[in-house]
Nanobody, 123 residues
């Protein structure tokens, strides 16, 4: 089992920045891809970004490309999401996830999930 705990969410004004962290514990190793998803009220959970364990290849949703940066520290077993130039439409609960069985874009492929952290961007 792997436990994931997100932190770093909060309230920020439009144009501001936040850095989310996701600490992994339990039976962890660096040999799995990890991702960030978000879910706004009344909407489905959507892909934000992911990073593969092979080569650290990164993936981004079109809506966040150029503004968000995903990274991971394998020694600390921590995943990060640096979010810059935040917009009101980025408001959502952000979840980290680990170990997709196949594609990184589909949330149903992930085996482990954190509890989420709220990000609110005021206009």
């Amino acid at each position: 089992q792997v436990q994931l705990v997100e932190s770093g969410g909060g309230l920020v004004q439009t144009g501001g920045s936040l850095r989310l962290s996701c600490a992994a514990s339990g039976r962890t190793d660096s040999r799995y891809s990890m991702g960030w998803f978000r879910q706004a009220p009344g909407k489905e959970r959507e892909f934000v970004s992911a990073i593969s364990w092979i080569g650290g290849r990164t993936y981004y949703a079109d809506s966040v490309t150029g503004r968000f940066t995903i990274s991971r520290d394998s020694v600390k077993n921590t995943l990060y999401l640096q979010m810059n130039s935040l917009k009101p439409e980025d408001t959502a609960v952000y979840y980290c996830a680990a170990r997709p069985s196949i594609g990184v874009y589909d949330p149903t492929n992930y085996a482990y999930w954190g509890q989420g952290t709220q990000v609110t961007v005021s206009s």
